[in-house]
């Protein structure tokens, strides 16, 4: 079904798109830069830093011409952060994505400014570098309370304790009073020259923590990466635990065994489920904008699955519509509509 909009919604293969993860301005974003390697890297100053920052430079290039993608506007070129968020509307007009989730944005007050400015179609997520600090509970709760920001994102690989202490339980119990979903990064982070392991980048310590806070929803982002086992079992274990599409997922290619995305999706969705399935861009910079790509691949490998279009649509849309809060979101096709509402009566 080819089709851009039904009636006065847009629509992609007569799929209403909720995209659960994007950046906002992430070369001037201090948390991801905490993870960047050859993308958005800085000029160093050592001469050896110097030269592995020209090997992981080039190995973010060659990553970026395998998918045609446009390098990174130079920082000369920005133009500010509103010009920015308007180019992003006009992304989600040009690709006929309904609602776009950002997970960072330079800090929570920075993510307030830009979901005002999306005319509706921006969802925003609070960020931080560590649950444990002093204080992250309280400003996790303005970020919801004060900011209208509907998640927590948090990158597994920058805390300072391991995900299961219970030192961390306040941010969680504060999830839990507002409803909101966190999304925790494991695996390996960054680009070319990033962060490949550390104490705290496995999802198996998630289990302790989704078991005694069975209220709050946890979504791992990019299939959990190269744990992809440890997922799967803690998704068994915690039927609070998501696990979302988002980026590339290039990272199958340095698995010991043959993976690709198509396996991903097979055996999430034979295990699991659609219902617990969320798709995500991981779309950041410019040129590049909203990475269409991924989407098409991700659709199109799960109509040749065969999937049902409503198993398509809570994919695609349904199931990041209600993890963060679009209230009355439902299809546009009323055939999916009806068919989403039948699944959650029945």
Known sequence: MHVARIGDRPVVQGISIVDFHLHFRMPFDPLTQALSGGQFACEPEAPAAALRAAKVAGMSAAWRRSWDFADPEPASADEGWEAEADRWVAELDGHHIEYAAFVTAGGDEAMARLTARGQG???????????????????????????????????????????????????????AEHQVPVLIHFGHCGSAGGIAHNAMIEPAWLEAVAKRHPDVTFVIPHFGIQHVQQVLFLMWACPNVLVDTSGSNQWVRFMAQKLTLEDLFRRFYETH????????????????????????????????????????????????????????????DPELARALSDLRTG
Not at 121 to 128: K, L, Q, T, V
Not at 130 to 143: C, H, K, N, S, T
Not at 298 to 315: S, T
């Open 121 to 175: 179609r921006f969802m925003g997520m609070a960020a931080m570098a560590d649950p444990f600090e002093p204080g992250a509970a309280d400003r996790f709760r303005l970020a919801v309370t004060e900011h209208g920001l509907r998640g927590l994102k948090l990158f597994a690989p920058l805390m300072s304790a391991r995900i299961d202490d219970p030192g961390a339980d306040p941010v969680w119990r504060v999830a």
């Open 273 to 332: 489920g659609p219902e617990r399935i969320v798709f995500g861009t991981d779309s950041s910079w410019f040129p590049r904008g909203y990475a269409r790509r991924y989407l098409v691949d991700q659709l199109r490998i799960c109509w040749e699955m065969g999937m049902p279009p409503a198993d398509v649509q809570q994919i695609f849309g349904a199931n990041a519509a209600g993890l963060l809060g679009i209230k009355g979101w439902s299809p546009a």
